[in-house]
């Protein structure tokens, strides 16, 4: 299947429904859902990673998406758990985006503390910033402020204690990681 794209317009600025699809932004577990809904969803998420792949700007995409700005949702071919999964590999943290399309402000319930993102961050390890603020019942951007807070604190210490960061990686050092992912093998 050929897919033409004009880069004014990428896919996801065109096709935004695929792209503002809740279960491609969180999705859900195998067990979660019935056979069917997985099927659906398997779908939905080829079509997305179709459409990335033959993006022209999906090189600085996932660049971009990796290194630079703490994007929500599926983007060059590439869930959160995905991206972070990257991060993990060239061992890097990045500062994040205040506010994201999904980062609407919270109503009512109250304040969430920093301790409570905090002990959940460590109970999910492996939850999206958009699945910590549905299990504690607020915003995405509340739960990437408290994790910003988590690692400003935690950088601070390090340059107190002399130790350097890691370098800015490259974009080949991001597509090595991305060429792990089980994903991108039908990119
Ligand atoms: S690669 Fe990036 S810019 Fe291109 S369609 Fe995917 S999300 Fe949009």
């Known amino acids: 299947m050929t897919i033409l794209v004009e880069s004014a ?15 491609l932004h969180s999705p859900p577990s195998r067990t979660d859902i019935t056979a069917a809904e997985w099927e659906q969803l398997s779908v939905k998420r080829a079509t997305a990673h179709r459409q990335c792949a033959g993006c022209p700007l999906m090189v600085d995409c996932l660049y971009r998406a990796v290194v630079e700005v703490d994007v929500s949702g599926f983007v060059a071919c590439t869930t959160e758990s995905d991206r972070a999964f990257i991060r993990r590999q060239l061992g890097i943290e990045i500062e994040q985006a205040g506010t994201t399309p999904y980062g609407a402000p919270r109503v009512g319930g109250g304040p969430v503390s920093h301790e409570a993102v905090m002990t959940a961050r460590s109970a999910y390890p492996k939850d999206t910033c958009h699945q910590l603020a549905e299990r504690l019942g607020c915003s995405t951007s509340t739960i990437k402020r408290h994790l910003r807070r988590a690692r400003e604190a935690k ?7 002399g130790v350097v960061g890691p370098q800015v990686p490259t974009i080949d050092a991001v597509l090595d990681c991305f060429d792990q992912l089980e994903s991108s093998q039908v990119a």
């Open 9 to 23: 317009n990428p896919p996801c600025a065109t096709a935004t429904e695929v792209y503002h699809d809740e279960q």
């Open 155 to 161: 950088r601070d210490e390090t340059t107190a204690s």
